[in-house]
């Protein structure tokens, strides 16, 4: 049987947390959507607090702690991705976006993404569009157009986030379906295409 | 084997008693610490080169000429020498003169340099870095291997029948090793000419270089220069010594805690654990290093880094006396022992002169046999 690896983020702080509530109920969704469609499916799960002083000292020293560098590996080998994070301040947590920035530029290039976000009101929700959004677009990811947002009155409700929930799920799996990241071998000394060790131009 | 030290040239801080030394303060006592360093009986001094504060080494080739005066034995090179930002024609002269007054005792590490502004202060892009490296260094090459040169590239204005001067020592262009941190270009780059390849190897974690130098090693092979095993390699360090442990650990900790780069960040108990950074007694040194050849293969220079984040002069020149008189006679017993035949030692001006003399003899005895 096929398998199909789904990597989770979730940047909440708490233990637990909300944010954390809602990657797993949609890591659950893709995994339920692709089982019936008879892939096997493994999902990681990444905290974000657990690595919080990883991230730092690697902003600092320009290099992972072998625990995040392992961290980031999963994540970024992954054939589809779930991001979640609280929304502060109108925007992407500090830590959320502390770990993208320690992330290689390139490593979610293709990558199928589908986001998330919590918060305590739900005047939030459109921040997964301005701010989250554009910066997996810019990393030249592959978002699915449903992003779902929690506030916390989604929690005591019936405001729609399960089928919110199922919709991003199914997006994702038909990406995650047709992706072949988790089974690709990479070369991390793959020289640029044209690359000369002398010079191109004129410097033979 | 060689054993040496190399130098960022900081102006930093120290933070145990607030004081700041001058400028003038830490040129000296870079002079002072490289006397030391052949003193004690190390093989190498390099120096870095920066063009902002907290840096003071604008200019290495007029240091390491004043260094090259005041000794006889010790091998005088560079880390990094900036291969993007300078006119490869000036780094052909400069240290062709470095050179001839030195005696030989001179090559240099070529490096890209990561600080964005020194780019443009110098007319150039930071994102063309690794073009400038390959294209700057095809340039320095021919001027040091050929007489004149005629040349149009992308990053300078082309030459016509050129010719730098001083021609190389005896015909002969000082070594040159390509430090890089993570970029398989500039590894590539170093295997295709058959130069050296230093990983800086003390703000990264050792498996990171071990795949590199690999890569270095196996590429080395390739381009025909020899086997993967006599690639030359060489490899930075760091370390912090006294004769109790804990003593080194307790008067390192601060300038750790509030050193230019990883300071405020790791603690030093991860950063000991995940890089080469040793804080301990002499044996616990010894014991760090001799394992390296464990990792990387038989290499060919060693270099420590002794004298940054505030250290003052007295406890580097300290740190030098046991570096030399306790660990590395251990390490170069330790290195010689079960050496391949084939490794060979890192070049030197004579070695580079027996191997093209040599060269000219097959050359006319073939000569000789095809007439």
């Known amino acids: 049987m096929t398998t199909r690896k789904i990597a989770v983020v979730a940047a909440g702080l708490s233990q637990p947390s909300s944010t954390r509530l809602l990657a797993d109920r949609m890591a659950a969704a893709t995994a339920a959507a692709l089982e019936a469609q008879g892939f096997e499916v493994e999902v990681t799960t990444l905290e974000l607090r657990d690595v919080a002083q990883d991230v730092t000292n690697n902003l600092l020293t320009g290099y992972p702690s072998p625990k995040l560098e392992s961290a980031i590996e999963s994540i970024t080998t992954a054939d589809a991705l779930i991001a979640v994070t609280p929304i502060f301040t109108t925007s992407y947590s500090g830590l959320f976006k502390s770990f993208i920035d320690v992330l290689d530029p390139q490593a979610l290039t293709g990558m199928p993404i589908a986001l998330g976000a919590t918060g305590g009101t739900e005047r939030h929700s459109l921040a997964i569009d301005y701010s989250m959004r554009p910066l997996f677009t810019y990393l030249h990811a592959v978002t699915v157009p449903t992003g779902v947002y929690a506030a916390s009155s989604d929690w005591?409700?019936?405001?729609?986030?399960?089928?919110?929930?199922?919709?991003?799920?199914?997006?994702?799996?038909?990406?995650?379906?047709?992706?072949?990241?988790?089974?690709?071998?990479?070369?991390?000394?793959?020289?640029?295409?044209?690359?000369?060790?002398?010079?191109?131009?004129?410097a033979q | 084997m060689q054993f040496g030290i190399f130098t960022v040239s900081d102006v930093t801080t120290d933070p145990t008693d607030n004081t700041t030394p001058s400028e003038n303060d830490r040129i000296k006592?870079?002079?002072?610490?490289?006397?030391?360093?052949?003193?004690?009986?190390?093989?190498?001094f390099a120096l870095g080169e920066h063009h902002n504060p907290p840096f003071f080494s604008s200019s290495p080739t007029t240091t390491l000429a004043y260094i090259a005066a005041q000794t006889s034995t010790l091998m005088l090179s560079t880390s990094t020498t900036l291969i993007t930002t300078n006119d490869p024609v000036k780094i052909a002269e400069d240290y062709a003169m470095l050179q001839h007054l030195a005696d030989g005792r001179v090559d240099l590490m070529m490096g890209r340099g990561n600080t964005g502004p020194v780019y443009p202060w110098f007319g150039k892009d930071i994102r063309d870095g690794i073009e400038l490296a390959v294209e700057n260094y095809a340039l320095l090459h021919r001027l040091w291997t050929e007489d004149f040169v005629d040349w149009q590239g992308k990053y300078r204005t082309p030459l016509q029948g050129f010719q730098s001067t001083p021609r190389p020592l005896d015909g002969v262009a000082p070594f040159v090793w390509h430090g890089s941190i993570r970029s398989p270009e500039i590894a590539e780059q170093a295997a295709y000419y058959g130069d050296g390849f230093f990983a800086n190897n003390i703000f990264w974690p050792k498996e990171h270089y071990m795949r590199l130098i690999g890569y270095y090693r196996q590429r080395f092979e390739h381009y025909g220069h020899g086997t993967a095993a006599q690639a030359i390699v060489g490899l930075g360090g760091q370390a912090f010594m006294r004769t109790k442990s804990?003593?080194?650990?307790?008067?390192?900790?601060?300038?750790?805690?509030n050193a230019p780069v990883y300071g405020h960040g790791p603690s030093l108990e991860d950063f000991t654990e995940q890089t080469p950074l040793t804080v301990g007694s002499p044996q616990e040194v010894i014991d760090k290093y001799a394992g390296m050849r464990e990792h990387f293969g038989d290499y060919?220079?060693?270099?420590?880094?002794?004298?940054?984040?505030?250290?003052?002069?007295?406890?580097?020149?300290?740190?030098?006396?046991?570096?030399?008189?306790?660990?590395?006679?251990?390490?170069?017993?330790?290195?010689?022992?079960n050496r391949p035949a084939e490794v060979p030692d890192a070049p030197t001006h004579a070695s580079l002169v027996a191997k093209r003399d040599a060269a000219l003899v097959t050359e006319a005895e073939t000569a000789e046999v095809a007439s």
């Open chain 1, 156 to 202: 005591g409700s019936e405001t729609g986030l399960g089928d919110r929930i199922e919709r991003a799920a199914s997006e994702l799996a038909a990406l995650a379906a047709v992706s072949d990241r988790s089974q690709r071998v990479r070369d991390p000394f793959a020289l640029p295409e044209g690359f000369s060790p002398v010079g191109g131009f004129g």
């Open chain 2, 29 to 44: 006592a870079i002079v002072a610490i490289a006397k030391k360093a052949e003193e004690v009986g190390l093989d190498v």
């Open chain 2, 246 to 257: 804990q003593d080194a650990v307790n008067e390192f900790r601060p300038y750790f805690n």
């Open chain 2, 300 to 337: 060919q220079r060693q270099l420590f880094l002794m004298d940054h984040a505030g250290l003052p002069l007295k406890t580097v020149l300290e740190q030098l006396d046991i570096l030399g008189e306790e660990v590395v006679p251990v390490l170069r017993k330790e290195f010689a022992t």
